[in-house]
């Protein structure tokens, strides 16, 4: 069973930068395709940006030029770095690990963008 463990949300201002990262257990890291997802209240989780074991990352439209997504797989850990934040980026952000057919989530940490 892998486990992720995200860390890195907060509240921050409109413009500001946030760093999130994401832990897996186990070893199947470097094999999988790992994301970041996001929920904001009442509206469905959508994908924002995505990085396969190999391969091109890809964005949603609404964060490019804005987020990076990067890996270090010698630390399991995915990384979301997200810089000119907007108001329209208050979610609770998820990592996702995907190997095979399966899919594993993360708790899920908080991104607040007001002034």
């Known amino acids: 069973q892998v486990q992720l463990v995200e860390s890195g949300g907060g509240l921050v201002q409109p413009g500001g930068s946030l760093r999130l990262s994401c832990t897996a257990s186990?070893?199947?890291?470097?094999?999988?395709?790992m994301g970041w997802y996001r929920q904001a209240p009442g509206k469905q989780r959508e994908l924002v940006a995505r990085?396969?074991?190999?391969?091109?990352?890809n964005y949603a439209d609404s964060v490019k030029g804005r987020f990076t997504i990067s890996r270090d797989n010698a630390k399991n850990t995915v990384y979301l770095q997200m810089n000119s934040l907007k108001p329209e980026d208050t979610a609770v952000y998820f990592c996702n690990l995907n190997v095979v057919r399966s899919d594993y989530w993360g708790q899920g940490t908080q991104v607040t963008v007001s002034s």
């Open positions: 186990g070893s199947i890291f470097r094999i999988a395709n």
């Open positions: 990085i396969p074991s190999i391969g091109i990352t």
